[in-house]
């Protein structure tokens, strides 16, 4: 039997308006197709009236079954037949006596005269087709199981009803997780498309928008949203808020690498002929990234020995507007003491930023002792498997921009965005939004989406990782301790 061409907006019209159907020939064996359509139906919010006289009094799927149309006590908007073609003449009787909107056969089920009788009543018919299977066509389900559904997108398909969801209740108290729970969960949820359990990888580089106005929206900063994968993409997103998380920090804004995360903050936070401090035991690349090419924008470091944090206050210059560290030193494993240098950076009105690369949260999280920046080079730990750069920027969210007028990026108009203050909007995650919308925009040092994935996966082993690290640098130490060649 050919399907009749009925248009996809005449079907989502039917299936968006009626809401009780009934099923004439409804049976109760849960093999049976009309038990699945009932089941479907359901499910996406219709009320299902099952009819059939040979089971009628009984219960299914609980509703009560009627012996025939004519009996069912209240309105129906659309009967569902279930039954052989010559049969429908009498169905379509009974459906314009109880004042049925549509008449609906399913596949393999055709009746022109008693289509025609219907229509005339002022009924809309459809004949061949089942309502599941066209629910699922058009809200993008069928296309899961690699059915042609034979829709082009320019938008999210859109069921033809809102989706049920169970109530589920929520506890009375917040509940809060532990680092093991988090490195596997924060920041991801199931795929609300398709319940992937496993962050995807969202390979795109633009999303699409409402309208116009959306658009601007998004834009303008006046709502939160995709715009461009140079700026935010779920994937990275899922990176972010885990790393945020692990740190005890408000927000993080992710990088290339963990050069590109450095330069996102003091492009950020500094102005042309700003100065800042930096502990002089560095990665050796950060050391030539402040020293040389820093000066090259017309920022200057001054290094500092961090053994004594004296040193930092002794060094300061007015132009000075931060101190960076890194809590645990590559490659010397010097340990710094974050919480006595965070006291003489904030006595001067300064935020310290630690890089926290060789530490990673599960043995430091410098938040917890005064610092108010923290970057990371998650190619390192954070990754763990040497697959994939990247770099991360976390803020604490407790640092005070607006004291001593030092970080106008934060305070004064933005001429970018049309003259916002980010400290204004944004309080305590405005600097990894400033750090995001402006520096990251304009430098466009992103995290590739496939990079963002890889070190989430690594991520979600980092404890098992670390214990193991530091189990096997105390077999070393205990070896080496004793050894005669080392004094
Ligand atoms: C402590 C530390 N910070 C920053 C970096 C720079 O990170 P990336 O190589 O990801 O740019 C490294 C790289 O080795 C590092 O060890």
Not at 5 to 11: C, I, M, R, S, V
Not at 31 to 44: A, C, D, E, G, I
Not at 350 to 367: G, K, M, Q, S
């Amino acid at each position: 039997m050919d399907p009749i061409p009925y248009t996809d907006a005449k079907l989502r019209r039917i299936l968006s308006s009626v809401r009780t159907i009934a099923m004439v020939g409804a049976s109760s064996n849960w093999n049976r197709p009309s038990y699945f359509v009932m089941k479907y139906l359901q499910n996406k919010g219709y009320r299902v009236i099952p009819v059939n006289p040979g089971t009628a009094g009984k219960e299914q799927l609980g509703e009560k079954i009627y012996a025939s149309l004519r009996d069912i006590p209240e309105p129906v908007d659309m009967v569902d037949v279930f039954r052989a073609s010559d049969a429908v003449g009498p169905i379509v009787d009974d459906a314009i006596a109880i004042g049925a909107k549509v008449v609906w056969m399913q596949l393999g089920i055709r009746n022109d005269a008693a289509a025609e009788v219907a229509e005339e009543a002022g009924i809309e018919v459809i004949m061949n087709r089942c309502p599941k299977i066209e629910f699922g066509r058009l809200g993008g389900e069928l296309s899961w199981s690699g059915v042609n559904s034979g829709i082009i997108r320019n938008r999210a398909p859109e069921p033809p009803t809102a989706r049920r969801i169970k109530p589920r209740p929520l506890p009375d108290t917040n509940v809060t997780y532990g680092f093991e729970t988090r490195a596997v969960h924060a920041g991801a949820a199931p795929d609300p498309a398709t319940g992937a359990r496993s962050t995807p990888i969202y390979q795109t580089t633009a999303y699409v928008f409402e309208d116009v106005d959306h658009a601007a929206s998004l834009f303008n900063l006046h709502n939160f949203g995709y715009i461009y994968s140079r700026l935010t993409n779920p994937t990275v997103a899922v990176l972010e808020e885990r790393v945020a998380s692990l740190e005890g920090g408000r927000a993080a804004v992710a990088a290339a690498s963990g050069h590109a995360a450095q330069f996102l903050v003091f492009a950020t936070m500094l102005e042309p002929g700003d100065e800042f401090l930096a502990s002089r035991n560095l990665y050796g690349g950060s050391l030539t990234q402040f020293g040389l090419s820093f000066k090259k924008l017309g920022w200057t470091c001054h290094f500092v020995d961090p053994k004594d944090p004296e040193n930092f206050r002794r060094a300061l210059t007015p132009k000075c507007k931060a101190i960076f560290v890194e809590s645990l030193a590559n490659p010397g494993g010097v340990i710094v003491d974050i919480k006595a240098i965070a006291g003489i950076a904030h006595d001067a009105g300064l935020p310290l930023i630690v890089d926290n690369t060789l530490a990673t949260p599960y043995l430091c999280r410098p938040f917890e002792h005064g610092a108010d920046i923290v970057t990371h080079s998650t190619t390192k730990f954070l990754c763990g498997h040497g697959n994939s750069m990247g770099g991360i920027v976390v803020e604490s969210g407790r640092f005070d921009w607006a004291q001593g007028g030092k970080f106008p990026s934060m305070t004064e108009p933005e001429p970018a965005y049309h003259g916002l203050r980010f400290y204004e909007n944004f309080g305590d995650f405005a600097f990894t939004t400033k750090a995001r919308a402006v520096a990251l925009r304009d430098y466009g040092p992103s995290m590739a989406p496939m990079n963002a994935f890889l070190t989430i996966t690594g991520v979600e082993t980092l404890h098992v990782r670390m214990e193991r690290h530091c189990a096997n640098a105390q077999a070393v130490a205990e070896f080496l301790e004793t050894h005669p060649k080392v004094a």
